[in-house]
Nanobody, 117 residues
Framework: QVQLVESGGGVVQPGGSLRLSCAAS????????MGWYRQAPGKQRELVAS???????NYADSVKARFTISRGDAEASIYLQMNSLKPEDTAVYYC???????????WGQGTQVTVSS
């Protein structure tokens, strides 16, 4: 079973930056997409950004030009650089790994990001 380990959440003031990291282990497929979703209290989980094993990226409109998703040096590892953070970015952020063209996916445990003055 794929395991995802996340790190990098925390508390930051509006306008600040944070970087989230996620590493997947025990992967058995080399064609996959990894991404970050977030869920704020009382709201549905939503996609923030994703990147495929081939390097294609996708972003939610609300984070374009502020967030950047990238792959790490290790296989199946990703980063999310979050700049110009806003209070509305406050949520639990979850890492996701999904084998392309399937419903085979795994989730991380979530990391809290709080943007507050």
């Amino acid at each position: 079973q794929v395991q995802l380990v996340e790190s990098g959440g925390g508390v930051v003031q509006p306008g600040g930056s944070l970087r989230l990291s996620c590493a997947a282990s025990r992967i058995t497929f080399t064609s996959y997409t990894m991404g970050w979703y977030r869920q704020a209290p009382g709201k549905q989980r939503e996609l923030v950004a994703s990147i495929t094993s081939g390097g294609y990226t996708n972003y939610a409109d609300s984070v374009k030009a502020r967030f950047t998703i990238s792959r790490g040096d290790a296989e199946a590892s990703i980063y999310l650089q979050m700049n110009s953070l806003k209070p509305e970015d406050t949520a639990v952020y979850y890492c996701n790994y999904r084998v392309l063209h399937t419903n085979n996916e795994s989730w991380g445990q979530g990391t809290q990001v709080t943007v507050s003055s």
